[in-house]
Nanobody, 121 residues
Framework: QVQLVESGGGLVQAGDSLRLSCAASGRTFSSYAMGWFRQAPGKEREFVAAITWTGGATHYTDSVKGRFFISRDNYKSTMYLQMNSLKPEDTAVYYC??????WGIGDYDYWGQGTQVTVSS
């Protein structure tokens, strides 16, 4: 099993940047493909970005392509989400997740508690 803790959220203005972190503990971090999701008020949780075990491949939802960048440091057991050019519609609770087999937009096995990101206009 793996435990996940997100950090780095906050209140920013439109156009600003934030970097979220997801610290993992427990089983070897490099055993898991990882992803970021978000849930805005009144909406369902949605996929944001995913990264393979080595970081060699990534995938993004269309609305964040070119603005958000997912990465991981397996030595530090940490995953990151660099968010640039933030928009009010990016406001949500952001969750990191780990997947034991395969990688992609769904079927994640473990979840963090989330970190709030609020973007003011």
């Amino acid at each position: 099993q793996v435990q996940l803790v997100e950090s780095g959220g906050g209140l920013v203005q439109a156009g600003d940047s934030l970097r979220l972190s997801c610290a993992a503990s427990g089983r070897t971090f490099s055993s898991y493909a990882m992803g970021w999701f978000r849930q805005a008020p009144g909406k369902e949780r949605e996929f944001v970005a995913a990264i393979t075990w080595t970081g060699g491949a990534t995938h993004y939802t269309d609305s964040v392509k070119g603005r958000f960048f997912i990465s991981r440091d397996n030595y530090k057991s940490t995953m990151y989400l660099q968010m640039n050019s933030l928009k009010p519609e990016d406001t949500a609770v952001y969750y990191c997740a780990a997947r034991e087999t395969g990688w992609g937009i769904g079927d994640y096995d473990y979840w963090g508690q989330g970190t709030q990101v609020t973007v003011s206009s």
